[in-house]
């Protein structure tokens, strides 16, 4: 390259020295050097307009010929053209690969800006949702989808779990969405068809609901007869009495077992909601000390950190249902000596209910299965300190019906704390509140309170 340079800037000099020694001789030095330089910028503007017109035939024609530095700008631009496409080329056939990839998945993907607007989908995408090209290109994805659930979540940005929603073009076909963000917060969209799973989903709540009601009949009449039996277990001989005992208990946990699978099947099915009212902390908390006065030993303490007229916005036995099972986990598995404290912490972002004990602790390794039904970590537990397994799976479904979510921390045979993080549109501080919650449970509660109170103090899961 520095040759060339060289090589042109010599030729220029050499060609301005002849010229000024035949000025000097003819007498006509400055005429004669200005021509030159004249013939050398038209010379140079003559090469630029043949670059200029090579480049707007976009460079598919051979490059003019020219010598000198031209020449080796032509050769130059034109090497860098060629590997250009090239390169374009590789990006098509590898863009075109990953296109009919994409399009033969049996799962929708769609890929939509920032704003939503539609930008490409593939073919299963356009038949679960009924998409047509070009008529929905451009289009937002919540015109095409017009389901309240998927505004709220796609509005929202509340990517964290995966949607379920029916078809907009398929009857009687379940979707799940799943969406993440990428580049400068487009969207990438993922659709499944998942209606064999949402339909066994469906038998299985079917059957637990079914079965705990079918279950709840013949239950009653054997308690009704053990009742009857345990009048009159004076007269009978000491080992029919342990055994009238013994039955007795078991089905009394059994009722308490159906109460709590009736419950969760009523909040997994949403049959049967509560309507969502401004509820006063301190009155759900009284009703909470009330129940766990029984259970509490002379070696365990129990403290509530309540601040004064705080209000969460939700339905009332169950937000009872979900803070007394963890009050109620607590005492039963903190040791001899165990303080556990209750308390409310609100900010400006979220209201947080916290249950902290001095217990056994749990293994880091289980915390994610804890809100499982039935899931006990001691396998080897017995049935007197082992619960019925739904306490922690009943808090799971009542904060989602919140908008809340459940934080566990945990060290074995350090402690334990539950959390329950509710958004800040759910709670409030003010005292110009008290006057549209005044009772939460009040003192003469209907029986389902009362019921719901008794399957709580049964249904505690560990911790």
């Not at 064999?196 to 989903?201: A, M, N, V």
């Not at 005492?331 to 979220?350: A, D, L, R, T």
């Not at 902290?356 to 299965?369: A, K, N, S, T």
């Not at 809100?371 to 006990?376: A, H, I, K, L, V």
Request: one cysteine or more.
């Amino acid at each position: 390259m520095k040759k060339i340079w060289q090589r042109a800037f010599l030729t220029w000099i050499t060609g301005l020295a002849a010229v000024l020694a035949i000025g000097f001789v003819l007498g006509q030095t400055l005429a004669l050097a200005l021509l030159y330089t004249l013939g050398t910028l038209y010379w140079q503007l003559y090469q630029l307009y043949q670059f200029h017109s090579w480049l707007r035939r976009s460079g598919k024609a051979a490059p003019p010929e020219a010598a000198g530095i031209w020449g080796e700008i032509f050769d130059a631009v034109y090497r860098l053209q060629k590997k250009q496409r090239k390169s374009k080329r590789r990006m098509r056939q590898a863009l075109n690969r990953i296109e009919n990839s994409t399009a033969a998945l049996k799962e929708g993907v769609i890929m939509a800006d920032s704003n939503g607007n539609l930008e490409w989908w593939n073919n299963s995408a356009g038949l679960l949702l009924g998409l047509q090209r070009p008529t929905d290109r451009g289009q937002p994805i919540t015109n095409i989808l017009r389901n309240p659930e998927f505004f709220k979540y796609f509005s929202q940005k509340r990517f964290g779990e995966p949607l379920v929603i029916k078809s907009p073009s398929k009857e009687g076909v379940y979707l799940e969405v799943q969406t993440t963000l990428y580049d400068q917060n487009d969207h990438l969209i993922f659709i499944r068809d998942v209606t064999r799973l949402y339909l066994l989903e469906q038998m299985r709540k079917d059957f637990v609901a079914n079965a705990s009601h079918e279950l709840k009949t013949p239950l009653t009449v054997i308690k009704g007869y053990l009742e009857t039996l345990t009048m009159f277990k004076d007269n009978l001989p000491a080992s029919m009495q342990r055994g009238i005992v013994n039955m007795s208990d078991q089905s009394e946990r059994m009722e308490h077992l159906i109460e709590d699978l009736l419950l969760l099947s009523r909040l997994e099915t949403n049959d049967k909601r509560e309507n969502h009212q401004w509820l006063k902390l301190e009155e759900i908390c009284e009703h909470i000390r009330k129940t766990a006065d029984p259970m509490l030993t002379e070696q365990h303490s129990l403290s509530f950190v309540i601040p004064d007229n705080s209000y969460v916005y939700g339905a009332a036995n169950e937000l009872y249902s979900a803070f007394s099972n963890l009050v109620l986990n607590a005492i039963k598995y903190s040791p001899e000596g165990g303080h556990i404290k209750v308390q409310w912490v609100q900010n400006e972002f979220s209201g947080v209910f916290s249950v902290e004990d001095e217990g056994m602790g749990i293994d880091p390794r289980h915390i994610p299965r804890l809100t499982e039904r039935f899931f006990r970590v001691d396998k080897g537990r017995g049935s007197n300190t082992g619960g019925t397994g739904l306490g922690l799976a009943i808090v799971k479904h009542v904060l989602i019906h919140h908008s809340a979510k459940l934080q566990i921390r945990s060290q074995p045979n350090v402690g334990s704390t539950f959390a329950c993080h509710f958004p800040n549109d759910r709670v409030r501080q003010e005292a110009i509140l008290s006057t549209v919650a005044s009772e939460v449970i009040p003192e003469d509660a209907p029986s389902d309170v009362e019921e719901s109170a008794k399957t709580s103090q049964a249904s505690t899961t560990e911790s």
